[in-house]
């Protein structure tokens, strides 16, 4: 059941006719408009020939790839749907995912239809675009891309091939604004600044935890990257982040004024606690509170296991606080209704059972040191064997770091669809620098996981981390191995 917010702002819906007008009256095609009659034509049109920033090596990317011209002109090829959506906009190094999950599923539960545009997906392309918490359909996603590939067509000539990402971006847009959603949650890609999401004019703006992580293309510190991620923030859009690392809020805030926008902090500004405890019905876990002069949240259980979630809940809760400022009715029942049960694929997702299989998408050093302390509050265990693989441009010698803390014996491997995975001999070389502990090498996942099950007891368990695209390939190989017939 669908509902719109009683606000006299509320989301605006165009014609078709309207739509279709905006879009023919961009410049005339450059190129042939392929024909896409289903989604392998769709997929085949994504990725033929089309720069994918998320897998390509860093030497490779030139600064010029990173501009928003082209995103500008190809959502105005489309009719500009961004400005059809109410808009919840995250960025951040880690935990945007975690945030948009929660709060897109806090606002269905209010009765609201969800738009959600995640990155990166695990084993189809199709996760990170959903509505109501259902995946695009093949239908969908196919005659979306049509209409994305005929607006592309049009401003090649230009502004040059749009990217993977921005065919995806421009695709979520027009797919949600066809639908009618009542708001849209969007995770930022790489960065904010110039990020091909940053096209939007959000309601509620969030950053969540800033750490080191794409270095090269952000900037050397904290203060570079969490400028470049503070540029998301808009003039009289409320914003919110969460306590940071010492400089980092001081940037956010330079930013903020440059543009009139003001910035508040869970924990600060906005009251917010939270502790770790064990009950019989929930468990180990967190819970926390927030209060405003509007929503009072009181011992609400953290839906995700990790002290790191403690605070991205907070986040989430603050967003749900925004809303309700703005005429979204989110009541504090729905909302725990809401975040009941939520799990999210790929992150403390134990896939397997016999031998247990933990995948996580930790893919820095602050993420892999929140995996791993999450790992030793959450799941008992005897010995733990870790099969990591990372990418190249990757803090590298931070995440060897703490795996070597948190783990009793590690395999080091890459995800065999990442150009950008390090070889696992350098892994191993640096962790001997780094630790004493055993690892061995495995060229492949699934040889990894292999050895990893015969190493491990009934008690033990086996970690997948490092990277979404070594998850996303274990995921696929486990969920595989589950589908095969029984022996008898």
């Known amino acids: ?83 059809d959506l109410r808009i919840v906009h995250v960025a951040g190094t880690k935990g945007k995912g975690s945030v948009c999950e929660m709060v897109s599923a806090a606002l269905g539960a209010c009765g609201y239809t969800v738009g959600l545009y995640t990155s990166p997906h695990l084993m189809d392309v199709r996760e990170r675009i959903r509505v109501g918490g259902e995946l695009i359909t093949y239908p969908a996603f196919a005659k979306a891309m049509q209409a994305t590939a005929e607006a592309a067509s049009k401003i090649e000539k230009r502004h040059g091939q749009p990217t993977y990402f921005e065919l995806l971006t421009a695709l979520a847009l027009r797919h949600f604004a066809d639908q009618a959603v009542d708001i849209a949650v969007i995770e930022c890609g790489l960065g904010g600044r110039l990020d091909a999401t940053n096209i939007v004019h959000p309601a509620v703006c969030a950053i969540t935890q800033i750490s080191l992580d ?26 919110i982040t969460i306590e940071q690392e010492p400089g980092v809020l001081e940037s956010m805030r330079e930013v903020a004024e440059t543009i009139d926008a003001t910035i508040e902090t869970v924990g600060k500004e906005i009251d917010f606690s939270y502790r770790f405890e064990a009950t019989p019905k929930y468990g180990p876990h967190t819970c926390v509170c927030l209060n405003t002069d509007r929503s009072a949240f009181e011992h609400l259980v953290v839906p995700l296991p990790g002290e790191h ?33 939520l799990s999210v694929p790929g992150r403390m997702e134990v896939a397997f059972h016999s031998p247990r299989v933990l995948l996580d998408g930790a893919h820095n050093a602050a993420s892999i040191k929140a995996l791993m302390r999450s790992i030793g509050a959450h799941v008992p265990y005897d010995s733990m064997v870790l099969i990591f693989g990372c990418s190249e441009d990757k803090d590298v010698d931070g995440m060897l770091q703490h795996i070597a803390l948190g783990a009793d014996k590690i395999i ?77």
């Open 1 to 83: 059941m669908s509902k719109t917010a009683s606000n006299p702002t509320k989301t605006r819906k165009k014609s078709t006719k309207k739509r279709a007008a905006a879009a023919a009256g961009a410049s005339k095609p450059a190129s042939a408009v392929p024909d896409i009659p289903n989604y392998t034509a769709a997929i085949k049109y994504l990725v033929e020939g089309r720069l994918d920033l998320e897998r390509t090596r860093v030497s490779r990317l030139r600064k010029t790839e990173f501009k928003l011209d082209r995103m500008h002109a190809l959502a105005k090829a489309l009719g500009d749907p961004q400005n």
């Open 214 to 239: 794409h270095t090269d293309v952000l900037g050397p510190t904290l203060a570079h990257i969490a400028k470049e991620k503070a540029g998301i923030l808009k003039k009289g859009v409320p914003a």
């Open 412 to 488: 080091f491997t890459k995800a065999r669809g990442n150009p950008r995975a390090i070889d696992p001999h350098d892994l191993q070389r640096r962790f001997a620098e780094i630790s004493g502990k055993m690892s061995q090498i495995e060229e492949t996942l699934p040889e990894a996981l292999t050895t990893a099950a015969q190493a491990v007891g009934r008690e033990d368990l086996i970690c997948v981390t490092g990277s979404f695209y070594l998850v996303g390939e274990a995921k696929k190989h486990l969920t595989q191995l589950q589908q095969q017939p029984v022996a008898r």
């Open 309 to 341: 979630q403690a605070l991205n809940c907070g986040l989430a809760l603050a967003v749900l606080d925004r809303l309700r400022g703005l005429g979204f009715e989110t009541p504090e029942t729905k909302v725990i209704q809401g975040l009941e049960g």
